[in-house]
């Protein structure tokens, strides 16, 4: 199991046991945590599971490219470290990542 902790707009941390293999949206939606919308499930087509990586995991993570960095363009508050989190997919690297919830989903 690999730990996600996803940090709301209000601060408070959620932490997750994800499984390894699944996209950390998957993993969110099983967590039932309060922000990821997915309306598409995980199609990488609507941009409502829309996260923030911290920037500690920016690296680790990978930059959003291709397709998914035109969904972005649909996403409210869109940073340089802005991802899908349908796109990233849980691994024993990324144990520990911290994810930031945007205030709304696009």
Do not use: Y
Not at 9 to 31: F, K, Q, T, Y
Not at 63 to 77: I, K, P, S, W
Request: net charge negative; glycine share 8%.
């Amino acid at each position: 199991m690999t730990r996600i902790v996803f940090v709301t707009p209000a601060a408070e941390r959620i932490e997750i046991d994800a499984d390894d293999g699944l996209s950390v949206m998957e993993c969110a939606r099983r967590a039932n945590v309060p922000g990821i919308v997915a309306e598409c499930g995980g199609a990488c087509s609507c941009a409502t599971c829309h996260v923030h990586v911290d920037p500690a995991w920016s690296l680790a993570v990978g930059e959003a490219t291709g397709m998914e960095r035109d969904m972005l363009e649909f996403a409210e508050d869109v940073r340089d470290t802005s991802r899908l989190s349908c796109q990233v997919k849980v691994a024993p690297a990324l144990d520990g990542l911290v994810v930031h919830l945007p205030a709304g989903q696009g």
